[in-house]
Nanobody
Framework: VQPVESGGGLVQAGGSLNLSCISS????????VAWFRQPPAQEREFVAM???????YYADSIKDRFTISRDTADTTVTLRMSSLKSEDTAVYYC???????????????????WGQGTQVTVTS
C-alpha cells in the first residue's frame, strides 16, 4: 500500500475543496486511513480518520466542516472540506495504518505509510 494524495490547491475562505488519497498497489482494505496536516512551521496534526469498518473520527477544529469517506472498492479515501478558513492552510498528508484503525489514531507515529502530501492554501 502506498498512499498518493491529490486535489490540493488555492481556494478562497468559505470555499470548498475535495482531497483524494488513492492507494497505489494494494487496496486500503483492512487499513485505517487518516488525514493529517502540517501548517507552516508547525508539527503535523490529526485531521480525520476512517477505520477499516467505516468508523470516523475528527479533530475538533474541523468537525462539521470536513467529511472523510472511503469508496466501496477501498482504493480511495476522500476528504471533503467546506467552509474553509485561512487556518486550514497546510500540507495535507494521507497515512495508512495496517491495524485497521487504532485508539491511538491521532498519533502520527502509528501510521505505517504516508503519501507525499498536497498543499492547500486558503486565502482570506
Amino acid at each position: 500500500v502506498q498512499p498518493v494524495e491529490s486535489g490540493g490547491g488555492l481556494v478562497q475562505a468559505g470555499g470548498s475543496l475535495n482531497l483524494s488519497c488513492i492507494s497505489s498497489g494494494r487496496s486500503f482494505r483492512n487499513y485505517g486511513v487518516a488525514w493529517f496536516r502540517q501548517p507552516p512551521a508547525q508539527e503535523r496534526e490529526f485531521v480525520a480518520m476512517i477505520s477499516e469498518k467505516g468508523l470516523t473520527y475528527y479533530a475538533d477544529s474541523i468537525k462539521d466542516r470536513f467529511t472523510i469517506s472511503r469508496d466501496t472498492a477501498d482504493t480511495t479515501v476522500t476528504l471533503r472540506m467546506s467552509s474553509l478558513k485561512s487556518e486550514d492552510t497546510a500540507v495535507y498528508y494521507c497515512g495508512a495504518d495496517r491495524s485497521g484503525g487504532s485508539i491511538l489514531h491521532r498519533d502520527p507515529r502509528i501510521y505505517d505509510v504516508w503519501g507525499q502530501g498536497t498543499q492547500v492554501t486558503v486565502t482570506s
